[in-house]
């Protein structure tokens, strides 16, 4: 008998060894390490004279994703010990932030755990993670795809958020956290793979829809809170062409919350864009309007926590220093917005375009307040008063409020084989008491230009120059500012800025530069911003090593932003994917 035992045993181990072996032959395992870290120092040029208690900062992650087949799995661990300057405290702390597996077969897909997805452009659903901006809106729960005809996409997705490291069983949670249970389901159809008629045609379109909801519980001593608050979505894609054109438009019940003034009105949203292209030009026209669309899981939620939706921004996203220190951040109580994009290159062999061609941008874009009309409140009229239907807004009136504008001219050359040069001129209005909540500030009206210059000394070494200037129409050094209202004023006026790089392909890059704000207001604020920064880089692994100063300003993303400090030290930035 122990002898039959002994001779199942072995051949149970020997089919466990090679299901083992192949399954680990069918394997794929991917991830990626990141770790920033900033040492501070006290810079009485620049006004540090505190460290309130924190010479560290250290922002970390790693994740790790396994796939075989129709299975997949990944883990994420993150650490902020403490958190860097500008990053929520709530971040601070270690631990296993996000986890899930999944099961796609094609027809079904099924995942547990943490979920990021998005539902057409964002309107009534997307959660994302930002490491940039210490973001992350995930949803823990579970998602259900199906796909049961070609072209068709079905979707449902059930849980609740992350909110930092609070836990998510509602039984655990504290007073002060009262996230609501998020459901959604989503369909599309790509007509164009559904009927055999349209799979060749010029023709192109698709449709979709979403439907999301979040359950609270109303604890509230003060307002009738809605337990149920759900929002709809409709849109459509048409493609023909060299034309395309898609719309979304999003209606959400009224939702009472701290981003609202807890008004009682519904929310609504609209997005369409218009694009011609052909080779060598190009063209984008987009409009966009949002009028209290503000969706959180939790009524209490304030900055950019728990969104179970997105507003996308529809203004030009610029990556140079000086620009990108005014990026617009979406405003989701009320926004009427535009944009148009040009791109055209002028061909090789002309007068203009020469050997290699000459590409030309032109981009503007506005964004404006909506008009709203006060409502009958008992005997009187209110208008966005607490606890009221807030207010009335003819769909496509426009207010005389402006929150931002950008109008934008680039020239990106070819010179020779040797020499490239780009080229911009921005001219910008940004409403910084509404954006970053100065009160009282007057709004930027700038003009700014900046010069990147690249030589190539030989196939492995380059040199690349950067001049860039800002010049404000109304706000420098003849302007009068209160005492009272000079930390409003820290990063006006006018700047200069210049950096110099130096690469050797393919490992490392030096760099030095300045941002001078030789232009502002007050004088104790016209300070020199020196940097520099050395790159190594070794096949998917990069370590960047910068010392110097950094100036107060705005961090966005995709229209969500966050504050940053100015200050001074030295950082390290290590990643590394495999």
Known sequence: MRKHILVLLALALTCFTASAQSFLENSQINGSFQTDAQYYMLDEGIGITDLKGKKLGINGFGKVNYTNGYF???IRFEAFLPEMNGFRSELNGLGLANYFATYDNGFIGVTVGDIYDQFGCGFVFRTYEEWSLGMDNALRGARVVLRPAQGVTLKAVYGRQRYFWAPYLEREMSNDDRRGIVRGVDAEWDLNQSISLMNESEFKMSLGGSFVSKKQTDVSSFYNIPENVGAA????????????????????????????????????????SLSYSQKGFGAVLQVKRVDNMSFKSMYTAKQN???????????????????SMYTYSTQPNGEMAAQL??????????????????????????????VRDSVQYGNTMALNEEGTLGYVSRFFAVSDHRFFRDINFEVDKKINKDWHLTAQYINLYYDIETIEGHAGAPAVKANIGFMDVTYKINKKQSLRLELQGLWENEVHKGFDVEESEKKDYQKRGDWAAALLE????????????????????VEEYRDHYFTGTATYIHEATRIMLSAGRQSEGVVCVGGVCRTVPASSGVSLTISTSF
């Not at 409709?234 to 919350?257: F, H």
């Not at 926590?305 to 620009?323: A, E, K, R, V």
């Not at 130096?502 to 207001?521: A, C, E, R």
């Open 72 to 74: 997949s799995a990944g």
């Open 233 to 272: 979505a409709a849109r459509v894609n048409l493609g023909y062409g060299n034309w395309a054109l898609s719309t979304e438009y999003a209606y959400k019940i009224n939702d009472p919350s701290a981003i609202n003034n807890f008004i009682y009105k519904e929310g609504r949203a609209l997005m369409s």
């Open 305 to 323: 926590d728990l969104d179970i939706n997105f507003i996308p921004p529809i203004n030009y996203t610029h990556t140079h220093s000086l620009p």
């Open 341 to 370: 994009q040009v791109n055209y290159t002028i061909p090789k062999g002309t007068a203009l375009g020469g050997k290699y061609g000459t590409k030309l941008a032109f981009n503007m874009s506005q964004v404006n307040d909506i």
């Open 502 to 521: 130096y690469s050797i392909n393919p490992h490392w890059s030096f760099s030095i530069g300045d941002k001078w704000n030789y232009g502002n207001p």
